[in-house]
């Protein structure tokens, strides 16, 4: 039995156990930086960063969905889709596709433009998920990061 809801601050460290798990199959846990503290401060404070879905399967959490506004000045406001993780005993019945979808609707309810999202080009189950529905792959359009160093660089030649 599946149900999803979104995150409170009652539930306490499971977003942050969630993200360690997706860090951790996607092969990058060392990246983690984020404490509980800091997404119950931005998650659920006076000025929400982000929300998050969890999926709970007869009563179990098994996976989660994040979301941030942003805004595109050709098309309007969307949602990005920062994670979408379900946990590996409870992959196949579904669970992903419901996150998906009850992003879909939120999008939806906010007359969003859509949903916007990337996925790691080894995750093949995810990317023929992601077709089935009618997501469109842009090959064309390359992420970019600038952290660290750099950031603090650039920031510095601002000034």
Do not use: C
């Not at 360690?20 to 846990?29: D, N, S, V």
């Not at 098309?75 to 998906?100: C, S």
């Not at 999008?107 to 089935?132: F, P, T």
């Not at 600038?146 to 000034?159: N, P, Q, V, W, Y």
């Amino acid at each position: 039995m599946l149900s999803i809801r979104p995150a409170t601050t009652d539930d306490a460290g499971l977003p942050r156990t969630l993200i360690r798990e997706l860090a951790e199959f996607e092969h990058e846990l060392d990246l983690v930086e984020s404490q509980e503290k800091d997404l119950v401060r931005d998650g659920f404070g006076a000025n929400p960063k982000f929300r998050a879905l969890i999926a709970e399967w007869a009563g179990q959490a098994a996976g989660y969905a994040l979301v941030f506004d942003y805004y595109s000045t050709w098309a309007g406001p969307g949602l990005f889709l920062e994670d979408l993780f379900v946990r590996e005993r409870f992959r196949g019945r579904g669970i992903g596709k419901a996150l998906l979808a009850a992003v879909a609707r939120i999008a939806v309810q906010e007359n969003r433009y859509g949903v916007h999202w990337e996925v790691l080009d080894w995750n093949e189950k995810a990317i023929e998920m992601y077709k089935s529905l009618g997501a469109r792959f842009r090959d064309q359009w390359r992420p970019v990061l600038l952290t660290d160093e750099a950031l603090r660089r650039l920031a510095g030649k601002i000034s």
